[in-house]
C-alpha cells in the first residue's frame, strides 16, 4: 500500500530532510518515489533502509551527473529519482553506516557548492524585485499596487535565501575547525568562488534568458499570425513591432477583410504559434543528447496550450459574468463573429488537448521525463507550477480584468452624439480631451454616417497625430497612449474627393489619396434617407 506526503524542505536543511526519511523508514514508510515537495511511501519493514540525498553539481542528463550516480549505485545503495537536480538514494539499513561525504572537507565543498547556488537564486530575487514592477509599469503604462505585491514576494524569497546562505556560511565555519578542511579549502577567489558558478545556477540563468527569448518569439509568432491573414486578404503592412510597450500590426487603410476574414485575422495571433509549433514537433528528434534541446520544446508543449487556454477559454467564460477586457483578440473575435463565449472556451479547449497530444505522441513528454529521471516528479512539478500560475492568473484576471489596471477604473471621457443629418451640419467637430497623467488609455470608438467618409484623429497637447482613421463606419477598440495635458478629438466628414485630398495631404499622407478615394466610390454613391451621424467615444 502507498501514500503519498507533501512537504516543504528547504535546500540548506537536507540534514533535516535526510532525518525525516529515515524516521519514516523506522515507522515501516520506505520511500519510492520523489516530485517536487512531493513523497510516495510504500509499507514496509521497519529501519529496512538508509535514505540520503545531495544536491548534484551536474545533474542528469549530464554525463558528470549520470556517472555519479552509476558511483553511488555500485555502493549498494539504490538511485530513487532526481528533482530539480537532487538526487535521492537508498541502501539497505543492514549493509552498515549509509553516508554519500566521507569525510568533513567533501562536506564543507558540499555545502559551498550549494551555497553558491542559493546566492545566486537570492541575488536573482533581489533583481527580480526591483525589475519587475518597473517592467510592468512599463508595460501597463502606469502603476498599480499590485506590482508593489510582485516585488514584495520576490523580496520575501529573498530574505529566505539570505537567512539559508547565513545557515550555510555557519555550517562551513564549523567545519574548518578541522585541519583537513582548512586544508584543502582555496582561497575565496579561487576555484570555490561565490562568483563561479555551478551547473545548477548557469540552468538558472540560462533559464531566465530562455524564458526572455520564448516570451519575444511567441510575441513575434503571435503578430506574425495577424499580419498573414491580413496578406492573405490582400492587405498591405504598415508596420510590425514586436519589441515596445504595445506589439502590433498596423494595417494600412482602408482593410480588405469579409467578415469571417476580420474573424481569422483575430484568431491568427493565437493559432499561428500553435500551427508553427506543430510542424516543428513533427521535426522533434529523441535521439539529440544537447539537454536545452529537448527542455525548449517540453517548454513549448506545456506554456503554449497554457497561455492559449488562459485567453482564449478563461476570457470568454470570464465574459459570462462581467466585461472582458474590451482590447484582448477574443474579445473582437466574439464580437465580430457572434459566436458564445462557451463554444469559443470549448474549441479552445479541444484545440489545447490535441496540441497536448501531439506533444505526448512524439514523444516530448516521455522523453523530457526520462530526462529528469523521474516520470512521477515530471508530472507532480507540471501539474503544481500549471496550478499555482492559474490561480494567480484567475485572480488577477477576476479582480482587474473588468478594468484593468492599465486603463484605470474611471472614464476619463465619454461622449454619445447623433446628428440627424450631417449634410446641414458642420464637417468639422472638436472635442477636447484632459489627461491627468501620460499612459495607454483604453479607446472605445464607434463613428459614421451614410453617404460620407469618417475621418478621426487623436491629436496629443504637442500637435503631434497619435492616431487617426477614416471610413463609412469606423467601430474600433484600441489602447492609445494618451499625454499629459489637452488631448484632441478631432472629426471631419468627407463629402467628396477634394475634401479627401485635402484631409490627407493636411496629416501628410498623400500616398494614401488614390487607396481612400477608391473606396471612397462605394460610400459616395448611397442613395437613401438616412443621413445621421451617430458618435460614441468612451475613454478610460
Not at 539504490?78 to 572537507?105: C, M, P, Q
Request: proline share 4%; net charge negative.
Amino acid at each position: 500500500m502507498r501514500k503519498v506526503t507533501y512537504k516543504l524542505f528547504w535546500g540548506w536543511n537536507y540534514e533535516k530532510e535526510d532525518k525525516w526519511l529515515n524516521e519514516m523508514s523506522a515507522k515501516g514508510q520506505q520511500l519510492v518515489s520523489v516530485g517536487l515537495c512531493r513523497y510516495e511511501f510504500e509499507q514496509g519493514q521497519p529501519n529496512q533502509y538508509t535514505y540520503c540525498h545531495e544536491l548534484l553539481q551536474n545533474p542528469p542528463p549530464h554525463p558528470d551527473g549520470l556517472e555519479y550516480i552509476q558511483f553511488v549505485e555500485e555502493m549498494g545503495a539504490e538511485h530513487i529519482g532526481t528533482v530539480e537536480g537532487w538526487a535521492y538514494f537508498r541502501r539497505k539499513s543492514g549493509e552498515g553506516e549509509f553516508t554519500l561525504f566521507s569525510d568533513n572537507a567533501s562536506l564543507a565543498s558540499y555545502n559551498l557548492r550549494m551555497l553558491r547556488t542559493v546566492f545566486s537564486v537570492a541575488i536573482f530575487q533581489i533583481l527580480l524585485a526591483f525589475a519587475l514592477p518597473a517592467f510592468m509599469s512599463y508595460i501597463m503604462g502606469g502603476w498599480h499596487f499590485s506590482y508593489g505585491i510582485l516585488g514584495a514576494i520576490s523580496l520575501g524569497f529573498a530574505a529566505i535565501c539570505i537567512h539559508g546562505i547565513f545557515r550555510l556560511r555557519k555550517r562551513i565555519n564549523n567545519l574548518k575547525a578541522d585541519p583537513a578542511v582548512q586544508a584543502g579549502m582555496v582561497d575565496l577567489y579561487g576555484e570555490n568562488s561565490l562568483l563561479m558558478l555551478d551547473t545548477n545556477s548557469k540552468r538558472l540563468i540560462v533559464s531566465l534568458l530562455g524564458a526572455i527569448v520564448w516570451v519575444y518569439l511567441y510575441i513575434f509568432f503571435h503578430e506574425a499570425g495577424h499580419a498573414l491573414i491580413a496578406l492573405m486578404y490582400g492587405n498591405s503592412i504598415e508596420s510590425f513591432v514586436v519589441f515596445g510597450p504595445w506589439p502590433h500590426v498596423s494595417l494600412a487603410y482602408p482593410y480588405q477583410f469579409t467578415g469571417f476574414g476580420w474573424g481569422l485575422f483575430f484568431a491568427g495571433g493565437v493559432l499561428f504559434p500553435l500551427i508553427a509549433a506543430s510542424i516543428a514537433f513533427c521535426f522533434y528528434k529523441p535521439g539529440v543528447r544537447h539537454y536545452w534541446y529537448h527542455e525548449f520544446f517540453q517548454r513549448i508543449a506545456d506554456l503554449l496550450p497554457f497561455i492559449t487556454l488562459i485567453v482564449w477559454a478563461g476570457f470568454p467564460l470570464l465574459s459570462l459574468f462581467t466585461a472582458p477586457p474590451p482590447w484582448e483578440d477574443v474579445t473582437r473575435f466574439m464580437q465580430i463573429t457572434g459566436f458564445h463565449p462557451l463554444l469559443v472556451a470549448l474549441g479552445t479547449i479541444a484545440i489545447a488537448y490535441a496540441f497536448r497530444f501531439l506533444a505526448r505522441k512524439k514523444g516530448i513528454l516521455a522523453h523530457w521525463a526520462k530526462l529528469r529521471g523521474n516520470q512521477k516528479e515530471s508530472r507532480a512539478a507540471s501539474a503544481i507550477g500549471v496550478f499555482f500560475m492559474a490561480v494567480f492568473v484567475i485572480i488577477v484576471s477576476f479582480v482587474f480584468a473588468p478594468s484593468p489596471p492599465m486603463f484605470g477604473s474611471d472614464s476619463v471621457f465619454i461622449t454619445n452624439a447623433t446628428w440627424s443629418d450631417i449634410r446641414l451640419d458642420s464637417h468639422h467637430k472638436e472635442y477636447n480631451i484632459y489627461v491627468e497623467e501620460t499612459r495607454i488609455h483604453s479607446i472605445d470608438l464607434q463613428a459614421g454616417a451614410n453617404g460620407h467618409l469618417t475621418a478621426v484623429q487623436f491629436i496629443s497637447p504637442s500637435g503631434e497625430i497619435l492616431f487617426w482613421q477614416a471610413g463609412e463606419r469606423i467601430y474600433h477598440q484600441f489602447g492609445l497612449e494618451l499625454e499629459q495635458g489637452l488631448n484632441r478629438l478631432v472629426i471631419n466628414i468627407l463629402v467628396d474627393n477634394y475634401a479627401i485630398e485635402e484631409f490627407l495631404m493636411d496629416i501628410g499622407r498623400e500616398d494614401m489619396i488614390y487607396q481612400v478615394t477608391e473606396y471612397a466610390a462605394t460610400a459616395f454613391a448611397y442613395i437613401g434617407e438616412d443621413y445621421a451621424f451617430r458618435l460614441f467615444l468612451e475613454i478610460r
